[in-house]
């Protein structure tokens, strides 16, 4: 028996194993209707529900642990929401924020979206719905939610 290979292999073995370990810390990916309920169980009136829904698809596809991309101030959005670490939270980096919310950027990336959106109802008490710039998808005729209770 020739077993090299494992000696060679070990540890890209012991990085997937930690890969595969690490996955839950990315977030989940939810649906349209489990964020629905969910936002609900969290409060939100139900005459919100479809549009931010609506937000959540367009902004991150429905996913719990993104970071988007850099914006041109060199900022980055975080979580379902996409919610800006210039305004709304502390970045991991240290990078100045005004951190509204009072929270790390990092508690808006978990599998529980509830920073998420206490943080996302700061956002639109202060700055509407057009905070986001995936409003224009949304602010229009959206399907009723009530299919979702």
Same mark, same amino acid.
């Given at each position: 028996? !020739?077993? @090299? *290979?494992?000696? *060679?292999?070990? $540890?890209?073995?012991?990085?997937?194993?930690?890969?595969?370990?690490?996955?839950?810390?990315?977030?989940?990916? %939810?649906?349209?209707? /489990?964020?629905?309920? $969910? %936002?609900?169980?969290?409060?939100?009136?139900? !005459?919100?529900?479809?549009?931010?829904?609506?937000?959540?698809?367009?902004? @991150?596809? &429905?996913?719990?642990?993104?970071?988007?991309?850099?914006?041109?101030?060199?900022?980055?959005?975080?979580?379902? *929401?996409?919610?800006?670490?210039?305004?709304?939270?502390?970045?991991?980096?240290?990078?100045? /924020? &005004?951190?509204?919310?009072?929270?790390?950027?990092? !508690?808006?990336?978990? !599998?529980?979206?509830?920073?998420?959106?206490?943080?996302?109802?700061?956002?639109? @008490?202060?700055?509407?719905?057009?905070?986001? @710039?995936?409003?224009?998808?949304?602010?229009? &005729?959206?399907?009723?939610?009530?299919?979702?209770?």
């Amino acid at each position: 028996w !020739d077993i @090299s *290979f494992l000696r *060679f292999n070990h $540890e890209g073995f012991i990085v997937l194993v930690a890969l595969a370990f690490a996955a839950p810390a990315l977030g989940r990916t %939810m649906d349209r209707c /489990s964020l629905a309920r $969910e %936002m609900s169980d969290l409060g939100v009136p139900r !005459d919100q529900l479809n549009k931010w829904t609506c937000i959540a698809e367009h902004e @991150s596809n &429905y996913r719990t642990g993104v970071v988007g991309p850099e914006n041109s101030d060199g900022s980055n959005d975080y979580g379902i *929401f996409q919610i800006n670490d210039l305004y709304w939270c502390q970045p991991p980096n240290g990078r100045f /924020s &005004y951190n509204e919310c009072a929270l790390s950027c990092n !508690d808006l990336l978990t !599998d529980d979206i509830t920073n998420d959106v206490r943080c996302a109802q700061k956002v639109l @008490s202060q700055q509407g719905w057009s905070a986001w @710039s995936t409003w224009h998808y949304c602010n229009g &005729y959206l399907p009723s939610i009530d299919d979702c209770f």
